[in-house]
């Protein structure tokens, strides 16, 4: 009898133990969680229409949990060594969900972590039209500094993919990265327009790199616009595509076309400018 009550002891105590172990490491990361995830979407918006021209999609976790911001998930996943699963995840996440909620003229663009060689299909592995996608690298991945990133990145770019450079102007080796890169579009980091209607400074970094991409034929997007007066600025600088708090939060819809605020805010008149590519639809 005292043998058999110590088994079950010993296999009490592995199990309690396992318990405890998925209280601290697993249950967080399992197919039950990865079902919870869903993608907000946020828009981009052509500042002389008003016209949204496509959405950024961002991960969240359960409304209400620990998770739904994405940065504690990216860092337990990446601790984890479960980054390219969590890559995976989103990137089919944000394909099924620009193949359904987007409009046909619109892009969907999606961040990518180039150290993972993962290529988009989305739930139903459809692939989305190369026109429709907007491929997101951020300026902090130091795509100069990896291996595989430029190889990865012009593998995107011979599928047809618009190729985007994120947080422009604060992360590696700027100017570099662009030659290198040669990105269709970028988007310029929010710490440079935070309060740039009252900041010469950052008015004169913003209006050079408005012109030097202008020259260079990359389109610019200003990230984190959230005053009227930034706006205002941007707009007088040339600034031509926004995305911030002020112009559309990331939601579960996207926001109908087009953005009502820089319709009333700036009187412009709505339609397509010339010379702008619609996108051509996603497969249904
Ligand atoms: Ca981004």
Redesign the pocket.
């Known amino acids: 009898m005292l043998v058999w009550a110590r088994i079950w002891e010993v296999l009490g105590g592995k199990r309690c133990r396992e318990d405890h172990q998925r209280t601290v490491e697993g249950p967080w990361w399992d197919m039950a969680f990865l079902k919870t995830l869903w993608m907000a979407l946020q828009p981009i918006v052509d500042l002389r229409t008003g016209q949204v021209i496509g959405h950024?999609a961002l991960v969240r976790g359960p409304v209400g949990s620990q998770w739904e911001a994405p940065g504690e998930i990216v860092r337990r996943a990446r601790r984890g060594k479960q980054g390219r699963q969590l890559e995976e995840a989103c990137k089919r996440l944000a394909l099924t969900t620009g193949r359904q909620a987007l409009g046909e003229d619109q892009l969907l663009?999606m961040?990518v972590d180039l150290r993972y060689d993962v290529w988009p299909a989305d739930a139903d592995g459809k692939e989305v039209h190369p026109d429709r996608l907007a491929i997101?690298v951020?300026e902090h991945q130091d795509v100069l500094g990896h291996p595989h990133a430029l190889e990865r990145l012009h593998r995107w770019r011979e599928a047809g993919h618009h190729i985007v450079l994120?947080d422009y102007g604060t992360g590696h080796s700027s100017l570099g990265t662009v030659l290198a890169v040669q990105p269709d579009m970028i988007?310029i980091d929010r710490y440079l327009v935070e309060g740039l209607d009252a900041d010469r400074q950052r008015r004169i970094v913003v209006r050079a790199v408005l012109n030097l991409m202008r020259d260079l034929g990359i389109r610019v997007i200003v990230e984190g616009i959230e005053t009227v007066e930034e706006l205002r600025v941007l707009c007088e600088l040339g600034a031509e595509y926004g995305q911030g708090f002020l112009l559309g939060l990331p939601a579960a819809h996207p926001m109908p076309s087009p953005c009502q605020l820089v319709v009333d805010e700036l009187g412009v008149t709505t339609g397509r400018p010339a010379g702008v590519r619609a996108a051509r639809p996603l497969p249904r």
């Open positions: 950024e663009f961040n997101e951020s994120d988007k």
